[in-house]
Each structure stands twice: as structure tokens, then as C-alpha cells.
């Protein structure tokens, strides 16, 4: 299948129609978002910012998107079935890194990863399960260098996550500040950013009933997934069913009391989008949760959704 376009600013309908299309006849395509972050838009208003000379998560999931579609039908892997399956989403998931990093290059939306190594160096080497990590005293921003992705996802997984983020937590939403790219391996790697946070230490943790309510006011409710076998609340997980969009991860670390309001912010949740073939979709599954199919191929007005 040809992709329809690698340009940020190119038909993104054309796109989502491609990628629908391949699910339909079962076949692996980056989900598109964009009737899930229309209807949070209209519940919630404007995402927070996410771009940065130009560059956002929308584009880069469009480049990302079309050099996966752009394989030939015959290497475009089946849906997964299974989170072991999931694996088989690797050489996917390569072939759209490679389209992304060629736009990347010829468009100089790169980011000095000597730079990031050093200053991450410097200060420690923080970070978690997925993220390096420094924080930029000078702008008030942490960066943030992807170096693994969890739970098997994909780069547009990723992309798909921090865009939700966005909409649903604006007062921390991430901003993509361009790509690394070894220079022997040629591996592409995204660095986000993410304003700090001052955390109130005086004042009690974040309690799970806080956190309930706290994301309950946009439609979501409390799930119980299975990890390793064992049903498992400390991941602290909420659904929108509407959507299909499952955060968790929603500890005490990770939603937080704002020092100058007292006010919750979500830092760094996990978001998913569940439909056929996905992480979200298989967890649901094992606590007997149903997930939305995917998207229809046209919207009622007749345009692509």
C-alpha cells in the first residue's frame, strides 16, 4: 500500500482512511486518534502545548503513520491477538522509525543527544522505566530521552500517549523538542519536554479517592487490571469507556499537590487507546471489560474520520 503522504502537513484523513482500511481486512496500522481527541476537545477544551519550532506530536505521528503504511501489504503484520504477539510489531515499527528519522534529517528536527548524554550524565543519570532524564533549571522544563518502550509499544503508540496527554492533562502536557539519532546505529530516539512541577512535600500524599475524583470529572472510572496473573489495584487504573482511552499508573508519584494551589497534577501516567490488536485492548479483556471497535471509516458528514 502506498503511503499517502510523509509531510507533517499533508492529508491526515488520507491517513486515518489507510490505516482504517488496513484494520478492517486485520491487518496492523498505527490507530488513529483524532475522533478520541475531538471528543475530549469538545469536553475539555484546547490541549496543552505540544510542538516546538514547529514540530508536534500530530506531525510526527503522520510521518510515522505513513512510512508504516507505506510497506507492502504482504509485510504489514496480522493483528495481534495476544500480548505476546505483540512482539511481531518490531519490524513495523522499524520500517516507520526509518521513514521518521529520513524526514527528521532532511528537515534538521534533530536534538544534540551528545548534549542530552552530558547533561543527563552530569546530574546523575535520573530516570525510569522508560525515560533519561534532566531537569533545565533555566527554563523550568525536565527533559526527557525515550530510550524504552514498555508493555511492547511502538513509537506511535508513544506518539498516541503523549498526544492524549495533551487534552487530558494540559497543565503538564509534553512538548517534542525533535529526535536523537546515533551515528552509527542510525537508531531514532524522540526527546520531550515537560514543565516543572514544584511539589507541595508539606502537605499529605495524594490519596487514591483524590485521584478518583480527580479524573472521574472527565468521564472515567476505576479498573482493576491483571498483572502477572494477580488482579492488581496498586496500578491505579481509570477507563473512559466512550473512548475506549485507559490511563493507569495514577500512584502517588505520579499525580501530585502543586506547591502555589494546592491543586492535583498528573505527571506521568501511562495512556492507552483500546481497539482491536492493542496493549489496552488485551488488558481490558482479561477483567471482562469490552473496548470500542474501531473508528468508522467515514464520519456522518462523509469525510474520512
Given at each position: 500500500m502506498t503511503a499517502p503522504s510523509s509531510s507533517p502537513s499533508g492529508p491526515l484523513s488520507a491517513l486515518t482512511l489507510g490505516a482504517l482500511?488496513?484494520?478492517?481486512?486485520?491487518?496492523?496500522?498505527?490507530?488513529?486518534?483524532?475522533?478520541?481527541?475531538?471528543?475530549?476537545?469538545?469536553?475539555?477544551?484546547?490541549?496543552?502545548?505540544?510542538?516546538?519550532?514547529?514540530?508536534?506530536?500530530?506531525?510526527?505521528?503522520?510521518?510515522?503513520?505513513?512510512?508504516?503504511?507505506?510497506?507492502?501489504?504482504?509485510?504489514?503484520?496480522?493483528?495481534?491477538?495476544?500480548?505476546?504477539?505483540?512482539?511481531?510489531?518490531?519490524?513495523?515499527?522499524q520500517e516507520a522509525?526509518?521513514?521518521?528519522?529520513?524526514?527528521?534529517?532532511?528537515?534538521?528536527?534533530?536534538?544534540?543527544?551528545?548534549?542530552?548524554?552530558?547533561r543527563w550524565e552530569a546530574e546523575g543519570r535520573l530516570g525510569g522505566a522508560e525515560h533519561q532524564v534532566y531537569h533545565d533549571e533555566e527554563c523550568g522544563r525536565w527533559f526527557k530521552r525515550l530510550y524504552k518502550g514498555i508493555n511492547e509499544s511502538t513509537l506511535g503508540d508513544y506518539f498516541v500517549r503523549l498526544r492524549l496527554h495533551g487534552i487530558l492533562f494540559p497543565e503538564t502536557a509534553y512538548r517534542l523538542e525533535g529526535f536523537a539519532i546515533q551515528p552509527k546505529s542510525k537508531a531514532l530516539t524522540p526527546i520531550v519536554s515537560q514543565p516543572h512541577v514544584e511539589v507541595d512535600t508539606d502537605q499529605p500524599l495524594v490519596t487514591k479517592a483524590e485521584t478518583s475524583a480527580l479524573i472521574a470529572a472527565m468521564g472515567f472510572v476505576s479498573v482493576q487490571l491483571v498483572f502477572d496473573g494477580v488482579v492488581d489495584d496498586g496500578y491505579y487504573a481509570y477507563y473512559h469507556a466512550d473512548t475506549g482511552v485507559l490511563a493507569h499508573d495514577l500512584h502517588d508519584e505520579n499525580v501530585v499537590r502543586m506547591k502555589a494551589t494546592g491543586e492535583l497534577a498528573v505527571i506521568d501516567p501511562y495512556i492507552s487507546l483500546a481497539r482491536r490488536g492493542t496493549w489496552a485492548a488485551m488488558k481490558l479483556a482479561e477483567v471482562h471489560l469490552a473496548f470500542p471497535l474501531d473508528d468508522p471509516l467515514s464520519s456522518p458528514e462523509g469525510q474520512p474520520a
Amino acid at each position: 500500500m502506498t503511503a499517502p503522504s510523509s509531510s507533517p502537513s499533508g492529508p491526515l484523513s488520507a491517513l486515518t482512511l489507510g490505516a482504517l482500511q488496513l484494520r478492517s481486512s486485520h491487518r496492523y496500522a498505527v490507530h488513529p486518534v483524532e475522533n478520541t481527541l475531538r471528543t475530549f476537545g469538545t469536553l475539555l477544551g484546547s490541549p496543552g502545548e505540544e510542538s516546538h519550532g514547529g514540530l508536534d506530536f500530530q506531525s510526527a505521528e503522520g510521518i510515522y503513520r505513513a512510512g508504516a503504511q507505506g510497506l507492502p501489504l504482504p509485510q504489514i503484520p496480522q493483528l495481534p491477538q495476544s500480548v505476546v504477539e505483540l512482539t511481531r510489531l518490531r519490524s513495523h515499527d522499524q520500517e516507520a522509525r526509518r521513514h521518521l528519522r529520513l524526514w527528521a534529517e532532511a528537515h534538521a528536527a534533530t536534538f544534540d543527544d551528545a548534549d542530552f548524554q552530558a547533561r543527563w550524565e552530569a546530574e546523575g543519570r535520573l530516570g525510569g522505566a522508560e525515560h533519561q532524564v534532566y531537569h533545565d533549571e533555566e527554563c523550568g522544563r525536565w527533559f526527557k530521552r525515550l530510550y524504552k518502550g514498555i508493555n511492547e509499544s511502538t513509537l506511535g503508540d508513544y506518539f498516541v500517549r503523549l498526544r492524549l496527554h495533551g487534552i487530558l492533562f494540559p497543565e503538564t502536557a509534553y512538548r517534542l523538542e525533535g529526535f536523537a539519532i546515533q551515528p552509527k546505529s542510525k537508531a531514532l530516539t524522540p526527546i520531550v519536554s515537560q514543565p516543572h512541577v514544584e511539589v507541595d512535600t508539606d502537605q499529605p500524599l495524594v490519596t487514591k479517592a483524590e485521584t478518583s475524583a480527580l479524573i472521574a470529572a472527565m468521564g472515567f472510572v476505576s479498573v482493576q487490571l491483571v498483572f502477572d496473573g494477580v488482579v492488581d489495584d496498586g496500578y491505579y487504573a481509570y477507563y473512559h469507556a466512550d473512548t475506549g482511552v485507559l490511563a493507569h499508573d495514577l500512584h502517588d508519584e505520579n499525580v501530585v499537590r502543586m506547591k502555589a494551589t494546592g491543586e492535583l497534577a498528573v505527571i506521568d501516567p501511562y495512556i492507552s487507546l483500546a481497539r482491536r490488536g492493542t496493549w489496552a485492548a488485551m488488558k481490558l479483556a482479561e477483567v471482562h471489560l469490552a473496548f470500542p471497535l474501531d473508528d468508522p471509516l467515514s464520519s456522518p458528514e462523509g469525510q474520512p474520520a
